[in-house]
């Protein structure tokens, strides 16, 4: 059971965490962290994280919803596809000896803190090939794969999964930035709730904390979103990857 001071550092890692994501994304390179230094297993603590977030993953996708419209054939192909991959990185982790996850554990941290601080060049590389190429909805079927592959992270850790699955769908989909990036919101949250359901009958969710981390990340998103015009999402992003950076150390050498 977690102390006091604990479940405030719980709640405020979730503040930060979904502010952050609300500002330039990564927020789990601060709640992963926090969650193992109170004393969670790394494998509950990634577990319950990904639970924490669904609510996260949910607001994203309806804040983009006007960009969906028009798109749902694209989702009866990927959604699907989003779950099964979900399931499968649940499943993998879940069969993952905990000495073996908590050894990854600074691998998947640099690998979610490179994707962050490439997610610029990613989005302004797929801006210049959405405006320089034609239409073409019948490669849509072509994101399948890619997507189900990229999923199976998502499930199995899930930081950095929206810049995966942006530049996948960026490959295979032609479409305007914006509605692509609606559409990896819907990816996102698909994979996220999949694991997150598969996790809950896991017995390793530790619901107290999760539930103070739903609060904290609908707070900080609020926050987020207010000081969005003030605060520069590149400078914040560089932050958090230095975050990363240190906690992969701290997990290296510990």
């Known amino acids: ?114 994707l962050l601080a490439l997610q610029p060049t990613v989005r302004a590389w797929l801006d210049r090939r959405a405006a320089r190429r034609g239409k073409s909805p019948g490669s849509d079927i072509w994101a399948t794969l890619p997507v ?6 998502g499930g199995y850790f899930g930081a950095g999964l929206g810049v995966i699955v942006l530049a996948v769908l960026g490959l295979a989909v032609d479409d305007s930035l914006t509605r692509v990036n609606a559409l990896k919101q819907a990816v996102s949250l698909a994979t996220n709730v999949a694991a997150a359901v598969f996790f809950v009958f896991s017995g390793q969710v530790v619901w107290a904390a999760a539930l103070v981390m739903f609060v904290g990340s609908l707070i900080g998103g609020v926050l987020g979103g207010r000081f969005a015009g003030r605060v520069r999402p590149s400078l914040l992003r560089q932050i958090v990857v230095g975050i990363g950076l240190v906690v992969a150390v701290v997990y290296f050498v510990a």
């Open 148 to 153: 189900g592959v990229a999923t199976v992270y």
């Open 1 to 114: 059971m977690l102390s006091a001071l604990q479940f405030i550092l719980v709640f405020l890692a979730a503040v930060a965490g979904g502010g952050v994501n609300a500002l330039a994304g990564g927020g789990t390179l601060i709640t992963f962290p926090v969650l193992t230094a109170v004393g969670l297993p790394p494998v509950a603590a990634n577990m319950t994280n990904t639970v924490a977030l669904c609510p996260g993953y949910l607001g994203g996708t309806l804040s983009q919803r006007d960009d969906l419209r028009g798109q749902e054939r694209r989702l009866w192909i990927l959604l699907p596809a989003s779950v099964v991959g979900g399931l499968l990185g649940g499943l993998l982790l879940q069969v993952t000896a905990a000495g073996l996850f908590r050894a990854l554990v600074p691998y998947l941290i640099l690998l979610a803190s490179a």
